[in-house]
């Protein structure tokens, strides 16, 4: 059977990893990988297929920084021609972003079966771009691979019958109804695979000479922050009213947004650094007292390692990681975030995991 697997941005890097691990275990498996470019850096990219040991990708579309539609739009066209040629058993795609969309496309039109791994996360929010290549790509897959439980109710709820708790995909019909399966989540295989290696190679606290449990961890991504500057800028100010250490790996994104903004970061307590690799990452998030971040993955991270995570959105798909009192939801809202992590001072614990998701989806 050969699998191409279509991945683009540094999330889909890190869920793909084990499951490419996982492939070439596998006599029987032939994985292709098509990079559509969406994250291009050095440090964004490359370091994620240089540690986490992902085959070097057989395709490079190198696109990136246009438009929603213009980016989508080049990459259906290069996939497709990349399908016809690969013909391929199924296509495999990762979570939310242009490169899934256009993946799913590119292969729904061909007739060919798709696999939707992290599928059917919702946020409700439809403004999200996230949220809409989620909602479309579930919705021209065959395999719904889902990482919860809470995922699976979403798609029951938006007529998705066919679910079953043994994943068989492969002796799967697709042109028959769509499988949903709950095969946990793979970035929690990630986790599990390279924390022990990010202990023994990482030199992060040292370089950045900090203390484990005396400094905050921050990331900010998402359009709905960086796009608004009013959203930005009241982050910001939240960061500088924090009186703790605060160590913030900056997206390229949010770079720009800083930069057009001219927006203020001087504060000998917030440190602004370039984006750090995974295993550089599983150390800091690890050794935090808290995070305070929009990304999705990073939420889930500071739920496995039984770290507070403020989260700096409206919603979040990962509903589970609020129910165990471990996350709280405040937006872009200054006050909100400073009470958010005054509180987490007092309330909440800073080691022990009190449940986990299982990890061993990528043998799914
Ligand atoms: N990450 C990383 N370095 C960074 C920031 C994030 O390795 O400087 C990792 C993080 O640990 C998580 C993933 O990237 O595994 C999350 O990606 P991102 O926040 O870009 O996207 P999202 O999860 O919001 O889709």
């Not at 084990?18 to 070439?24: D, G, L």
């Not at 292969?107 to 409700?124: C, T, W």
């Not at 938006?158 to 399966?181: K, Q």
């Amino acid at each position: 059977m050969k699998i191409v697997t279509i991945i683009g941005a540094r999330p889909q890097f890190i869920k793909a990893a084990p499951v490419s691990r996982a492939i070439a275990e596998h006599n029987s498996l032939t994985e292709v990988i098509i990079h559509t470019g969406q994250h291009f850096d050095a440090d964004m990219s490359d370091v994620f297929f240089k540690e986490l040991n992902i085959p070097k990708p057989d395709y490079n579309l190198g696109i990136n920084s246009a438009s929603h539609g213009v980016m989508t739009g080049r990459m259906l066209k290069k996939i497709e021609e990349i399908l016809i040629k690969e013909n391929p058993d199924y296509v495999l795609v990762y979570g939310d972003t242009n490169s899934t969309l256009a993946g799913a496309l590119a292969a729904v039109k061909l007739h060919i079966p798709i696999a939707h791994v992290e599928a059917g996360l919702r946020s409700f929010n439809r403004k999200m771009p996230e949220e809409h290549n989620r909602v479309l790509t579930d919705h021209c897959a065959d395999i719904l691979f889902c990482p919860t439980e809470a995922a699976v109710n979403n798609l029951k709820n938006e007529g998705f019958t066919n679910i079953v708790t043994n994943p068989s995909p492969l002796i799967h019909n697709p042109y028959s109804l769509p499988l949903v399966v709950n095969v946990g989540d793979t970035m929690y295989d990630a986790v599990l695979q390279f924390s022990e290696i990010a202990q023994r190679r990482s030199i992060i606290i040292e370089d950045l000479k900090i203390k484990p449990k005396e400094y905050l961890l921050a990331t900010v991504h998402r359009p709905y922050n960086t796009d608004i500057p009013e959203n930005m800028k009241s982050i910001l100010d939240a960061f500088l009213e924090i009186d703790e250490p605060i160590i913030f790996p900056v997206h390229p994104r949010t770079k720009q947004c800083l930069i057009n903004s001219k927006l203020s970061i001087q504060n000998s307590k917030l440190r602004c650094i370039p984006p750090v690799g995974y295993l550089d990452m599983l150390m800091l998030e690890q050794n935090a007292k808290a995070i305070l971040t929009d990304s999705g993955g990073m939420q889930k991270e500071a739920y496995w390692f039984g770290v507070p995570c403020v989260t700096l959105r409206e919603e979040t798909e990962w509903v589970e990681t609020v129910e165990a009192g471990w996350n709280v939801v405040v937006g872009a809202d200054r006050a909100k975030i400073v009470d958010a992590v005054n509180s987490i001072k007092l309330t909440c614990p800073t080691t022990g995991i009190i449940w986990r998701w299982t990890g061993g989806a990528e043998d799914a």
